[in-house]
């Protein structure tokens, strides 16, 4: 018998393991048309590769898949393949800590080797299925998979970008990871042509090429905290300093990490670092949060403040 015949056969052994809790050696070999001679065999080379195949001798014994110390391959067919690549483009934007990325990782193995006949019924289910979730900015799965194996491989990626200004040019960015706010999805890479960090909104990416340019990974700032910088003071006119007395997880509660960072500070006060194009709304949106506020900076801010302070009073019909 070939060696490819055996590695057919060990296969279908494991998927008829995996289809039920208890086999006998005569059910197994009768399935696979061989002697329990030959099934003890394969059981024994499943064993090697990690598989925790559980033998019980005598009346009612026989063989069992079992939990190992490791995880070995997993054997799919077309369902279950199927189910799970959904599964993970859902999770990709779930809730749950860490299982966005996690997710993403496991997505792009899965999709790697996946037929493409799996993967058009993948696109055809996501493609029809809504979820009920925070409104955000919708990404398309393909992009996800295409950047998360630059991440993973770390080769270089071209692609179009549509910048605040308008303008849509080409970029060469090295990927290092993906962040998700929840609502939107950023990538820090390091932009080629710029020498620098950046940081890129996926909705406006388009085009998207991974190359096979090879990067060797280089010093990189914490991608979360670069992110919600990028995102949280870099694109405003204006960026306020402002300190409040409140602990700073209940000011997070009410300020999104892609609108505001929030720093520890001492004696039951944290500052929240806000930006914005305009200083009226920075301040209103500062006095609604319902803590008592210190502004720090800029000056301008606290003259807002008073603008705001003798609107409402006017509002109110307190005379100053």
Not at 14 to 28: I, K, V
Not at 117 to 127: I, K, N, Q, S, W
Request: glycine residues 8%; contains cysteine.
């Amino acid at each position: 018998m070939t060696v490819e015949a055996t590695t057919q056969r060990v296969l279908r052994l494991l998927a008829l393991l995996q289809r039920r809790p208890s086999w006998t050696a005569a059910e197994l070999a009768a399935e696979l048309g061989v002697t329990d001679r030959s099934v003890r065999r394969d059981v024994e080379r499943l064993r090697a590769l990690g598989y925790p195949v559980h033998a019980t001798a005598g009346v009612g014994g026989g063989y069992q898949l079992g939990a190992g110390t490791r995880l070995p391959p997993l054997l799919l067919d077309d369902e279950e393949a199927t189910a799970t690549a959904v599964s993970l483009r859902l999770a990709a934007g779930g809730t749950v800590a860490g299982a966005g990325e996690a997710a993403l990782r496991a997505l792009a193995k899965l999709d790697q080797v996946m037929p493409p006949r799996l993967r058009a019924e993948v696109r055809a289910v996501h493609g029809a299925t809504e979820t009920l979730v925070d409104p955000g900015v919708e990404i398309d799965g393909e992009l996800l998979v295409t950047l998360a194996r630059a991440c993973r491989d770390a080769v270089r990626v071209r692609f179009r970008y549509a910048g605040r200004d308008g303008g849509d040019r080409e970029r060469t960015a090295e990927p290092v990871r993906m962040v998700t706010t929840g609502r939107r999805w950023y990538l820090m890479a390091w932009d080629v042509d710029r020498e620098d960090w950046r940081t890129f909104r996926l909705d406006r990416m388009r085009e998207v090429v991974a190359t096979t340019w090879r990067f060797r990974a280089r010093e990189h700032p914490d991608p979360v905290a670069h992110v919600q910088r990028s995102v949280t003071e870099a694109p405003y006119r204006y960026l306020a300093r402002v300190r409040l007395h409140a602990r700073p997880d209940q000011v997070r509660e009410l300020v999104p990490p892609q609108v505001g960072r929030v720093e520890d500070d001492r004696d039951g006060w944290c500052v929240l670092v806000v930006g914005g194009d305009n200083l009226d709304w920075l301040a209103a949106r500062v006095a609604g949060l319902g803590f008592e506020a210190e502004m720090l900076e800029p000056p301008e801010l606290r003259e807002a403040t008073a603008r705001l302070a003798r609107r409402l009073a006017a509002m109110a019909g307190i005379s100053g």
